[in-house]
C-alpha cells in the first residue's frame, strides 16, 4: 500500500516538474515573439499614437480654416461682382 502512495506521489511530481517546465517554455516563446514583434515594429518606421493625433488635430484645423477663407472669398466675389454691376 505504501509503494502505490510513493508511485502516486512521484507521478504528482513529475507532473508538477512538466507543468512548471511547460509553463516555462511558455513564457520563453512569448518573450522571444514580442521581441521579434517589437524589431519588426521599430524597424517600420510607424508614428506613435500622440503624434497622430496631434497631426489629426491640425488637419482640423486647417479644413476649419479653409472653409472660413472660402467663405470669405465667395463674399468678397459677390461684393465684387455687386460693383461691377453698379459701374455698368
Do not use: F, P, W
Not at 507532473?15 to 515594429?41: C, F, N, P, Y
Not at 524597424?43 to 488635430?57: A, P
Request: no cysteine; net charge negative; glycine share 4%.
Amino acid at each position: 500500500m505504501q509503494s502505490d502512495n510513493k508511485i502516486l506521489s512521484d507521478l504528482a511530481r513529475l507532473g508538477q516538474s512538466a507543468a512548471g517546465t511547460i509553463h516555462g517554455v511558455k513564457s520563453e516563446i512569448e518573450d522571444q515573439i514580442k521581441s521579434r514583434l517589437e524589431s519588426v515594429l521599430s524597424d517600420m518606421d510607424l508614428v506613435t499614437r500622440e503624434e497622430y493625433e496631434v497631426v489629426r488635430e491640425m488637419a482640423v484645423a486647417a479644413r476649419e480654416e479653409n472653409a472660413e477663407l472660402l467663405g470669405r472669398v465667395e463674399k468678397l466675389e459677390k461684393e465684387l461682382s455687386a460693383l461691377k454691376k453698379k459701374k455698368k
